[in-house]
């Protein structure tokens, strides 16, 4: 029984492998095709200012204009490390939560039966 | 005594799993944040009379968003945690550009699938405005006077269209996991969708509607249509997360129902 079962795990893994590689392929051919035609712009860029200057509308200079040179790699940057502390802490909280609750509900049960 | 051994051993692995989890969340949040370029309508693009409109219609859902996010954590401050992650995802979420191979370009998810199943519509709106303000003002993404038109694209339309699609599928009784795929999915398309016609809408002039929305729609297509199926694993991925690691919360929440907690 337990070679068959092996056997199943090993075949399912064959496959598994298989279709890993045949999607790694695709995205690299694919990635191929698009740098040699593309450079890689955001589809703001692409669809929704090239829409919009064609009907004559252009995009104007943010009110606080970042975009200069490097600094809203900084600005980006800053605002990822800020947002990924707040969301690792919070995820921190919600976990210690979690066992905070479960201690209060085990030592509930525990006087519980100590009193019995 | 012997007897709360594995459970000892439980609770630690577990602990040792968020803890990990609380380490990397933010170290690869930090790499992968960068000038994105995506949903949002920047600056300028639609005329004064649209940007106004747009605002007034996002205006009594955020106000809705407030009061029941002051309500809430009133009543429940174990919920403030959740509200935090939250607005943490949607802010990142929404600033990463990711390369997609089949079109060539960059564009991102939303993030507002998996909030408002989680925290729910409305408060789900108001973190979404609030991440595109930090976002117009201090990125150079997206913009003040179209921040309303964003707020309904990414905000409304996303948050409601991830609500919905979790809910009803839940109804069906359908798993967890695919549930929130198809709210995922759909929630990031609902966005570009609202945003074609936001767009068509405010550049038309004197030509039709139809037309022009059909033209934006389509050219979202080939970056938006494997984008969307992204979002719709990630959103599985986050909801399956928590379904396992704070169950409790969901039933607080109304995402699941006590009887389906097995802990």
């Known amino acids: 029984m337990k070679t068959q079962e092996s056997d199943v795990r090993r075949q399912k893994n064959k496959y598994r492998i298989r279709v890993v590689l045949v999607c790694v392929l695709f995205s690299v051919l694919c990635s191929l095709a698009a740098f040699g035609s593309e450079k890689w712009s955001g589809v703001d860029e692409s669809v929704v200012e090239k829409f919009a200057k064609e009907h004559g509308r252009e995009a104007r200079e943010p009110l606080i204009n970042t975009d200069q040179g490097d600094l809203l790699l900084f600005v980006f940057l800053i605002a990822g490390a800020i947002g990924g502390f707040i969301a690792g802490y919070s995820w921190r909280k919600l976990i210690e939560q979690r066992q905070d609750d479960r201690t209060t509900d085990e030592n509930h049960a525990l006087s519980k039966t100590t009193k019995g | ?27 690869f949040l930090l790499f992968t944040v960068s000038d994105a370029h995506a949903m949002h309508i920047s600056e300028g693009i639609l005329p004064f009379q649209w940007a106004l409109f747009w605002s007034l219609v996002a205006v009594p859902f955020v106000l809705y968003g407030l009061y029941k996010l002051k309500k809430i954590s009133s009543i429940d401050l174990s919920f403030k945690p959740l509200v935090g992650l939250m607005a943490a995802v949607v802010f990142i979420i929404s600033c990463m550009p990711i390369p997609v191979p089949t079109a060539g370009t960059c564009s991102h998810p939303c993030g507002t699938g998996i909030s408002g199943i989680l925290v729910g519509p409305a408060i789900s709106i108001l973190i979404t405005a609030v991440a595109l303000l930090i976002q117009a003002l201090f990125l150079a993404h997206g913009g003040l006077s179209t921040w309303g038109a964003d707020i309904v694209s990414m905000g409304v339309m996303g948050s409601f269209a991830g609500f919905l699609t979790f809910r009803a599928l839940r109804t069906m009784k359908i798993n967890v996991s695919i549930a929130g795929f198809a709210a995922g999915l ?50 599985a991925g986050m909801v399956t997360l928590l379904y396992k690691k704070r169950p409790d919360l969901l039933v607080k929440m109304h995402v699941i129902k006590p009887g389906e907690v097995t802990i």
Do not use: C, V
């Open chain 2, 1 to 27: 005594m012997r007897r709360q051994k594995p459970e000892d051993k439980r609770q630690k692995a577990e602990n040792g799993k968020g803890q990990k989890i609380g380490f990397f969340l933010p170290t």
């Open chain 2, 186 to 235: 759909l929630a990031d398309w609902a966005t570009y969708i609202t945003t074609s016609a936001e767009l068509a809408s405010g550049i038309k002039g004197d030509s039709p509607f139809s037309p022009l929305f059909w033209k934006i729609l389509i050219a979202f297509i080939p970056t938006q249509l494997p984008l969307g199926i992204l979002e719709g694993a990630m959103t």
